[in-house]
């Protein structure tokens, strides 16, 4: 198989540039620049290098450099922002700054004719954003590309197959960039498109029923994408071993722990034991407001609830989880084993002892762990599942968390995502739900006062989550939610759409 290494340099964008590659069927990996030396680059015998962007200026002897020999390895490199201006330091070119202000966002880009750019207009969009810029090209290379503010926008060296790149190609609103990524791969590197998740997970399957059957491997299940689909691979290798609990914390959206407990033990015949655990999450938090406070007990309750059960079953050989590439890849901290603490609401359960960890997606991507969820037969509402913060309800009801409340809020959110599913089923906000807030309003119903809680509806749209666009849903879908809302469930008297943005609103309220 073809690999591509992405070797990173502290740039925002390190995860896109892996992304874009592996959904041209190529794989990549990223490995910090710290943690990769120049002996085994050659000996993995990758087909092409990529170094991403970075914050800092070449110039600055803090910054990240890198040993100038992978210059002369004879594989193919294509530096993006800090990444090539890296390439022409090293290659004795000259970099400076771009003037006092840079230059951001979306810029047209006047290109020759060449390899990296073929079917790509003579001016296309390019996304920049740098300070630093390439002054001179080193020997060797050529200017072949260039924008109003930054003349050497793109340089290469077709000898010896090296090139870089001012702009951003990993991100959308670079119009072409997927294309200049298929030309580097295809027509530079000369790889095959020949990586798909899919294609692995027979292998891993063989490869943990190898390893693992007859021992037993504990697994929490939250119901979410990925520790799902861990748990549908880790079945179909060793069956009944792989022990699946999945503490019902009694904070899930409605009808959300049957349709878990109904999928996995009915479905697929997990060996799952659910544990019923809502009073007493509920007694713990009675009184507690403060959101910080409320993350900290319900992940303390859910690792103290997991190690009970964990406890009676006994000695287990491997505690599995659903740790995924985003998840492992820290940027610029290297790839140590940041482990996931369970469902991301608590850190490691201390009291159960095992000899290893197994992490059956750690190599892969959100988009690619669906896939394998898929292909393994997952139902696609799990599959295509919005993503719900560990601590759940917890954290969606503002202030003190009460049984009454969690009902009402169970009831509305339900109402709000059965109207946008209706409405525009292929075309959904990334993220969909309500809040119920901690304010009370003055309501008329029928001819007498009302005293309810108002209800916040909030829906976004986003690549990653890091930042999130409020949602247009149309007035026809707020309308019929909040008349139903208000109708259906009492106690409500109020609902209001939330028009904030991330930054500098987060997508939850706590
Ligand atoms: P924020 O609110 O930080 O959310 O903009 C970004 C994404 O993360 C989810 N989220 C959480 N997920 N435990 C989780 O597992 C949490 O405590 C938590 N808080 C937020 C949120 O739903 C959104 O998708």
């Known amino acids: 198989m073809d690999r591509i290494l992405v070797l990173d340099f502290g740039g925002q964008y390190n995860q896109l540039i892996a992304r874009r590659v592996r959904e041209l069927q190529v794989y990549a990996e990223i490995r910090p620049y710290t943690q990769v030396n120049l002996r085994e680059i ?13 914050p800092n200026s070449v110039y600055d002897p803090a910054s990240p450099h890198y040993d100038p020999g992978i210059l002369d390895l004879g594989v193919p490199i294509l530096g993006i922002c800090y990444g090539a201006q890296l390439i022409a330091w090293m290659a004795g070119g000259e970099v400076g700054s771009a003037g006092n202000a840079g230059e951001y966002g979306k810029t047209m880009l006047q290109m020759r ?27 060797g290379f050529r200017v072949l590309a260039g924008t ?57 399957i063989a490869k943990y029923r190898a390893e693992l059957s007859g021992k037993k491997v504990l697994l929490a299940l939250s119901g979410g994408v990925d520790s799902s689909v861990a748990a549908l691979l880790l079945h179909r290798a060793i069956g ?58 319900i992940g303390a309750e859910f690792i103290r ?3 009970e059960e964990a406890q009676k079953i006994g000695h287990v050989h491997a505690l599995a989880q659903g740790t995924i590439y985003p998840d492992v890849i820290e940027s610029g901290k290297g790839a140590s084993a940041v482990i996931k603490s369970h469902h991301n609401v608590g850190g490691l359960p201390e009291v159960i002892s095992f000899d290893e960890i197994v992490e059956p997606l750690r190599d892969y991507f959100k988009d690619e762990v669906r896939a394998i969820g898929t292909m393994l037969g997952l139902p696609e509402e799990l599959v295509r599942r919005q993503p719900f913060p560990g601590p759940g309800l917890g954290v969606r009801i503002a202030g003190e968390v009460t049984r009454e409340k969690i009902g009402m809020l169970q009831e509305a959110d339900a109402i709000f995502r059965e109207e946008i599913d209706k409405a525009a089923p292929g075309n959904k906000p990334d993220q969909y739900f309500a809040v119920l807030t901690d304010t009370r309003s003055v ?17 976004v ?4 989550f890091m930042t999130a666009e409020w949602s247009r849903l149309p007035y026809e879908v707020l309308e019929r939610a909040s008349s139903r809302i208000t109708n259906e469930v009492r106690g409500i008297s109020r609902v209001v759409y939330d028009i904030s943005s991330k930054p500098p609103a987060t997508v939850e309220l706590e």
């Open 42 to 54: 050659r000996e993995a015998g990758y087909q092409g290098i990529i170094f991403t962007g970075g």
């Open 113 to 139: 004719e060449h390899l990296l750019f073929s079917d790509v207009p003579a001016e296309s969009v390019v996304w920049m954003s740098h300070t630093d810029s390439i002054r001179r090209v080193p020997e």
């Open 148 to 204: 109003k503010e930054c003349p050497c926008a793109a340089m290469g060296d077709d000898g010896r197959r090296i090139y870089g790149l001012q702009f951003h190609p990993e991100v959308t609103h670079t119009a072409y960039g997927k294309q200049i990524f298929r030309n580097f791969l295809f027509s530079v590197c000369g790889c095959r498109a020949d990586w798909n998740p899919s294609g692995d997970v027979e292998l891993m």
């Open 240 to 297: 009944k071993d792989l022990i699946s609990v999945f503490v019902d914390h009694g904070l899930l959206r409605k009808g959300e722990g049957d349709l878990v407990e109904r999928t996995f033990r009915q479905k697929f015949g997990l060996n799952l034991i659910r544990v019923n655990a809502g009073e007493r999450f509920l007694s713990k938090l009675a009184g507690v407001r403060e959101p910080e406070e409320k993350r900290r007990i």
């Open 305 to 307: 609830v997991f190690e």
């Open 443 to 459: 309501g008329v119903m029928g001819d007498a006062r009302t005293y309810g809680y108002v209800v916040l509806l909030r829906a």
């Open 461 to 464: 749209s986003t690549d990653d």
